[in-house]
């Protein structure tokens, strides 16, 4: 997936180069198979995470948004046209957005980005995952992989799936696309944290920060570690049980911050399956599960946070457990079925 996707980059700057779509920097493996862990071995789906910048003569301007706040942030990217009238972006044959006509600009240049991604001011998700469907489709044949291996491209809404199969093994793969805060490991990017996201929101996303933290997690952990063992496995014994899979991993995370990784060894397994057991029914009886990234102070020190995310206050991914007595009863059923 990592060659892949250096590939694919490759030919993105090619065909991106001179045009104003946004510019595509190289991909960052997320999510539980970059981590080193999958809930179904059989069914892996390889998340890749590719930065976007604004292109020349524009800039993008993030801005909270105002539902939700109680918990994890939602944000709209505003594209803003800047100013280009310098003698390096003249040199380049470039019009300025602001100061040339719009006949001269129709005449002589490609649309803005404002003009194909956006709704209204704002970067569209839905739009911006159309068009890495046909830049992936379109690129594909000139890469070398494809002389081996069969694309099949899957629908797109706020992200581009495919898989590439070539008779014996076969891979999919997730492209999602965001924009980072800073010089931090927080990006908003395209994967919804709700079934019906609106097409201009792009949730805050702490993918990056949790692969840095169980890299170096690895980096520290014994060799017969089984980490990511009790993981895998406690997450497929609760499947179907109404838990999600980040539930569980929140957990682990936490206790991976608490124990020592000399203590998470094969002859530690079934004592850390219990702590992760016990962990789940204190969260659930407390109704109360911090999220690991948001807040918390003491991560290594190689994972960065804006500090707006550093300094708030925890957020509790079973408020609804709160908010709703039957929620919180059929939980702790669960929890007893488990």
Same mark, same amino acid.
């Given at each position: 997936?990592?060659?892949? =996707? ?34 179904? *071995?059989?069914?892996?789906?390889? !998340? +890749? ?8 003569g524009h800039s993008f301007h993030l801005e909270l948004g105002t539902a939700g706040q109680r918990r994890l942030r939602n944000f709209h990217i505003r594209v803003q046209q800047e100013c280009t009238c310098t003698s390096e972006q003249q040199?380049? %044959? ?6 040339? /006509?719009?006949? *001269? ?30 830049? +992936? ?7 070398? *992989? ?14 581009? !799936? ?21 010089? /931090? ?46 993981? !895998?496995?406690?997450?497929? #014994?609760? #499947? ?14 936490? #206790? ?5 990784? /000399? ?9 850390? #399956? ?11 009886? =407390?109704?109360?599960? %911090? ?19 550093? =300094?708030?206050?925890?957020? %509790? ?22």
């Amino acid at each position: 997936t990592r060659t892949l =996707m250096e590939h694919f980059a490759i030919y993105f700057r090619r065909v991106l180069s001179s045009s104003f779509y946004p510019v595509l920097q190289g991909a960052i493996g997320v999510g539980s198979a970059f981590e080193g862990w999958s809930p179904r *071995e059989q069914d892996v789906v390889y !998340q +890749v995470l590719i930065p976007m910048t604004p292109p020349r003569g524009h800039s993008f301007h993030l801005e909270l948004g105002t539902a939700g706040q109680r918990r994890l942030r939602n944000f709209h990217i505003r594209v803003q046209q800047e100013c280009t009238c310098t003698s390096e972006q003249q040199a380049e %044959n470039m019009l300025c957005f602001l100061h040339h /006509s719009e006949e *001269e600009l129709r005449r002589h240049q490609d649309p803005s980005l404002l003009h194909t991604l956006c709704t209204g001011s704002y970067l569209d998700v839905e739009k911006t995952a159309r068009w890495f469907y046909q830049l +992936v489709r379109a690129i594909w044949p000139a890469l070398l *992989e494809s002389h081996h291996w069969h694309l099949v491209l899957l629908p797109p809404r706020r992200s581009c !799936q495919f898989k590439v199969t070539n008779g014996r093994d076969s891979y999919r793969i997730e492209m999602l696309f965001g924009v980072r805060q800073g010089n /931090s490991d927080v990006f908003v990017s395209s994967q919804p944290r709700q079934a019906h996201t609106s097409s201009t929101i792009w949730p805050e996303s702490y993918a990056v920060a949790e692969m840095k933290f169980f890299r170096y997690i690895a980096r520290r952990a014994p060799p017969d570690s089984l980490h990511l063992k009790c993981l !895998q496995f406690f997450t497929r #014994l609760q #499947l179907g049980l109404g838990f999600s899979t980040y539930t569980i991993k929140t957990i682990v995370m936490h #206790l991976l911050s608490i124990l020592p990784v /000399s203590q998470w060894r094969r002859r530690h397994f079934v004592r850390r #399956l219990m702590d992760i057991s016990e962990s789940l029914r204190t969260c659930v009886e =407390m109704r109360r599960l %911090n999220h690991f990234i948001v807040g918390n102070q003491r991560l290594p020190g190689g994972i960065h946070l804006p500090p707006e995310v550093l =300094m708030a206050r925890p957020s %509790n991914l079973f408020h609804d457990l709160v908010m709703d007595p039957v929620a919180h009863s059929q939980a702790m059923s669960q929890y007893v079925d488990l």
